[in-house]
């Protein structure tokens, strides 16, 4: 049974893709949570892949994990980071699943024989998986964010959906957010409203009206065009929101609720009155604004896919965070491995820390052990994420312990030194796609280790996703040449956090702490990061001034 009390707002795009439409979705999503409404987000995404995990990042992104092991988008970072909330496995789909379960059930009989078509089977499979996200998340409104634009013949099913479940849940328990860009000409220096009406019109054609507009543009939009969609796109004036492209993204839920959007919301869905309370949000977007941006820090990710910066978005938002908490910017120098493959560590000079994410593949690997080694050597704080934290092992193997051939069994599987191994439970998997080591699992941090200072507690849950593992066979060596073991799983079986003794801070974890990072509570891995650099950067400072000093005296 679908919870009666669950109510939706549809949230799809118009004109163009990319217009920060997930962060508008997550935006609203904060707005109502400072309105004290228990709030989730579901994300569709109409392709046939079954989810992201298997797809190339420079299609897709970064592949989000939740807590309870499903590979989504990277939108559901966004969803995660601005409402606070742990979302589900059900709070993304794709065509792909829709199809997927409609056809295994085909194939089990469950038809009877009958003809399975879009109408109504695909559409009731779309109602089912949004009404089990409200189900599982207990939410009072459930956004549904829609990906692609309207006019798409990809999306066109998942609007049928939404207008029959509208007429199913009641009219006034649901409402349709539509994004739509404004396009700029240089020559008339006008902002274009045309084809924002066209597709508020196209969404009205399959019998979903628009209730609030957000009009996307890069630059200002003036009153007159705003009345202009109003009275063109048939929405309430003071429903036709000014988005205009913002550096601080974290600023958007505090605009919309000063616009009065939540009066909007609050009358269209029926929603008891409440106080606003997004005063520490607001404090935080304070802050960040107030940063000051010449003593910003200067922090390195070391990956594959770094001309995208969105296939590391959890990454670059953690190290902010961990900054911002610092009350410290941050500038991040994005860094081709396989630049630093050709061109030597040389790529790196001049930054306080270097990050080192996830990753697959050999492409690149060798950069990144050159990575780790410039940074042990020169002492430079590091931070590996799951693929760095191997990485940092593969190094640490080869140049301390000296076993030059050390490597990961993913890269060279005939190594003579597999200090990284396939795990066990990975060895009869031979399909794709959600058959990793997914999601949350509990790790046991060890005494006196620089992790369990961090976290402040003896044991934590932290999000995976990995095939490969540190080999025990190689922990006592590894661990006489400095190598301390900072966390396993609580049986001691799975190493999960490594760290070098002799260093400020050298920590690799096996899982992907960026994912629990929140903008207002920086991840614990992530701010001893950046309270080593600030540590690093006080000595230097320190050393230089008494120097200076006795040279002067
Ligand atoms: N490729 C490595 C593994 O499968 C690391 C995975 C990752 O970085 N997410 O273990």
Partial sequence: MPP??????FVTGG???SLGKGVTTAALGRLLKGRGV????VKIDPYINVDPGTMNPYEHGEVFVTADGAETDQDLGHYERFIDEELVRESNFTTGQ???TLIERERKGDFLGKTVEEVPHVTDEIIRRVEAAAEKTKAEVLLVELGSTIGDIKGMAFLEAFRQLRNRVGRHKTMSVHVSLLPHLGTTGELKTRPAQYSVKELRSYGLPTHILVARADRPISDEVLDKLAATCDVDRQAVVPMMTTKNIYDVPVRLESIGLWKVIQERLELPERDSDLREWAKMVDRIERLKHEDDLEVAIVGKYVELNDAYISVSEAVKAA?????????IRWVNAEAVEKEGPRLLDGVDAVVVPGGFGDRGVEGKVMTATWCRENKVPYLGLCLG????????????????????EEFDSSTKHPVIHLMEAQQSVYTKGGTMRLGDFPCKLTDGSLARTAYGTGEVTERHRHRYEFNNEYREQLAQAGLRIAGTTPDDVLVEIVELKDHPYMVGSQFHPEFKSRPDRAHPLFSELVKAVVGRKAATNEATSRTGSARNG
């Avoid at 900054?323 to 500038?331: I, N, Q, S, T, W």
């Avoid at 934290?389 to 990961?408: N, P, Y």
């Fill in 323 to 331: 900054a911002l908490a610092e009350d410290r910017g941050v500038k």
């Fill in 4 to 9: 009666r009390q669950t109510k939706y707002i």
């Fill in 389 to 408: 934290m191997q990485v940092l092992t593969i190094e640490f193997a080869r140049h301390v312990l000296g076993d030059d051939k050390a490597h990961s």
């Fill in 98 to 100: 829709v199809y997927q």
């Fill in 15 to 17: 004109v163009v893709s």
């Fill in 38 to 41: 228990k709030v989730s987000i």
